[in-house]
Structures are given as structure tokens and as C-alpha cells.
């Protein structure tokens, strides 16, 4: 639970296999000779409410100290590098993350005034505003990862799925997602949809053996797959990219922006990560069209946000992020799109 909790995205940043290799080359490594260690980590209440149901109540570990064998403390501190990130912000932020902790631990901390009874008294849970600034807080996150969604009785049933890991942790969300709709994990030459993942990286690079594998498994897969593809983000890139369309660097990149967006002619607030994007003109768009290709595209940019053809899918966004609003839809629609258009062999 440790190895898995303690490199959490949001402080390490995502995905977090390819920002641990960043933080490896550029972090320093201190008079010590270590670097920063843990940074991040899991506090879990496990228990039973009154009825006897198993509760579960889990936040994140930000601000942590490391006390040594000999009493030593060590409070390792950092500030996530974001869109619009200001150097001397995230470095005050770090100097605020570490006097919290020294303060908590080093003295000097006062005690809280005793409330009054009346409005507010009792658990913080049950105050009224800390239950509105909550409810603010999820009023644009999506419904479905706000409740428990488990493979029901019909997990199955519709057949099985293989999800491609292209190297990011958003993987085991979407196939979670996937798996509630109905289908099962299996291997590669399964007959079922596959879904070509997330993950980092430029699909015109060549030099990378990851993405030279995977644009031979995304052209192998468009060209014999007889069973449905789907691909999101780095997937949606490479399918983008066999089509012949342009695959460029976005000027500023997307990383938890949520937005709003013409989804083929609906209006959809949909959660975007990349850095890269499949791009296209009206041109274009008419000649694909002829080969019966339909494009979700921004009129001013000609950024690709989906798209669509015989046997296949691709969506620029990810249907899995908490900021996609209808993702668990969105996904189960376009995949099923996908199966329903397969070219008989």
C-alpha cells in the first residue's frame, strides 16, 4: 500500500511513471545524498457505522515528516510544477508546506477556541457551510466515480475488452469504467473491442521504441481488428496519426483543464491531459469525410476532439477523468459505435 500511495500524481505530477523519470534527472539529490523520498502517502480510517456497513474515509498525505531511528526529523517539502505555475509562488508555497508541519511538530501551537453551543457545534462534517463549500467542490465532477460503481451481476456479459496500458495510471480508471458497462479483461487476439490508452509522449518520435511499438500496434489494429477500437488521448493520437492527419504540440498543454466542447453537434464538458493534438482543416476534414471519417474538431484551431469511422473511435479527452461529466456514457457510446460499424472481412 506504501509503494502504491506514496508517488501520488497530484504531487508528483502525471502521468507518474513519466514524472518520476523528470524528477530522477533534475531533482536534487542534497548534501545527504538522498532526494526528496516519500512524497505522498494514504491515512485510512477503516471501520462500521451504526448499521454495521464498512465504511472507508482515505485523504491524501501532503505534508509529511520523516523521523529517523535517532529522532531526527526531515520535512521534505515541493511545490507541483502546473499550467501557469510562478517560480516565486511555488517557492513560497513549499516554505508554507514546511513551516505547517515544523509548527505542528516543533511547539507553539495554540489551542482552538471552544465553540459555542448552538449553529456549528458538534462533528465538522455536520456544519452547514463546511457541507456547502463540499458540495461546491463536486458540482462540476463527475457522478460516477462520486458513488461506488462495481462490476455488477452482468460483468461479462458484454464480452471481453483489452485496454493498452501506454504507460499512464489512468489506464486502471478507464478500464474500471469499461468494466462496469460489462466487459472483461482479456489478451490481445481476443475477439472483442480494444482500447488503444492514454499515456506521455510524441507519436512522431521516432526514437522512442515505446511509441514505435505502439504505432505498429495502432496500424496493425486499424488494418485487422474486426471487433471495435476506441483510443483516448495518446490512443485517439495514434489513430489520428495513421489517418494522416498533423499531430502537433499544443502551445499551451492541457493538463486538468476541463472544458466544454461541440461533441458531433451536443454540447459536452469533457476533462483534457495532453500535451500533443491531432490538428485539421475544413479541408481535410471534407476529404476524410469522403472516405466516411466524421471529425469533432474546434472550428478556430482545428484541434481534433473525436472522431469517428468504419470500426473505430477516438476521443482527444478522457472519459475516465472525474471532469469528463458523462465519460461512463461517452465511452460505452463510442465504443459501441465502433463495434457496431466493424468492415466484414
Not at 107 to 123: L, M, Q, S, T
Amino acid at each position: 500500500m506504501l509503494r502504491q500511495t506514496m508517488f501520488a500524481a497530484t504531487v508528483t505530477g502525471s502521468p507518474v511513471q513519466n514524472a518520476c523519470r523528470v524528477i530522477a534527472r533534475h531533482e536534487p539529490r542534497g548534501t545527504d545524498g538522498r532526494g526528496r523520498g516519500y512524497y505522498a502517502g494514504a491515512l485510512a480510517l477503516v471501520g462500521r457505522d451504526a448499521g454495521g456497513a464498512r465504511t472507508l474515509d482515505s485523504p491524501i498525505l501532503i505534508r509529511t515528516a520523516d523521523i529517523d531511528g535517532r529522532g531526527r526529523l526531515r520535512v521534505p517539502v515541493g511545490a507541483t510544477l502546473v499550467r501557469h505555475s510562478n517560480p516565486a509562488g511555488e517557492v513560497a508555497e513549499t516554505h508554507a508546506k514546511a513551516a505547517g508541519v515544523l509548527t505542528a511538530l516543533g511547539g507553539g501551537v495554540r489551542a482552538a477556541p471552544a465553540r459555542a453551543a448552538g449553529a456549528g457545534a458538534g462533528r465538522l462534517a455536520d456544519d452547514p457551510q463546511v457541507q456547502a463549500a463540499l458540495d461546491a467542490r463536486r458540482a462540476d465532477l463527475a457522478p460516477f466515480w462520486l458513488r461506488m460503481n462495481a462490476p455488477g451481476p452482468g460483468a461479462g456479459k458484454a464480452g471481453h475488452g483489452l485496454v493498452v496500458d501506454a504507460e499512464d495510471t489512468f489506464t486502471s480508471m478507464l478500464a474500471h469504467l469499461l468494466a462496469t458497462s460489462g466487459l472483461q479483461e482479456a489478451a490481445l487476439a481476443h475477439p472483442g473491442p480494444a482500447v488503444l490508452g492514454p499515456g506521455p509522449g510524441d507519436t512522431s518520435d521516432a526514437a522512442d521504441p515505446r511509441m514505435r511499438l505502439l504505432r505498429g500496434l495502432a496500424a496493425d489494429l486499424l488494418r485487422e481488428h474486426r471487433h471495435g477500437l476506441l483510443g483516448v488521448c495518446l490512443g485517439h493520437e495514434l489513430i489520428a496519426a495513421e489517418l494522416g492527419l498533423l499531430i502537433v504540440r499544443k502551445r499551451v498543454p492541457a493538463q486538468g483543464a476541463q472544458e466544454r466542447i461541440d461533441f458531433f453537434g451536443r454540447p459536452e464538458t469533457v476533462g483534457f491531459y495532453n500535451t500533443f493534438t491531432a490538428r485539421c482543416d475544413a479541408r481535410t476534414e471534407t476529404e476524410l469525410a469522403s472516405h466516411r471519417v466524421e471529425l469533432s474538431r474546434d472550428a478556430a484551431s482545428g484541434e481534433v476532439h473525436a472522431l469517428r469511422g468504419h470500426g473505430f473511435g477516438g476521443l482527444q479527452f478522457h472519459p475516465e477523468s472525474v471532469l469528463t461529466l458523462g465519460g461512463a456514457a461517452l465511452a460505452a457510446q463510442e465504443l459501441a459505435l465502433a463495434r457496431q460499424t466493424v468492415p466484414q472481412a
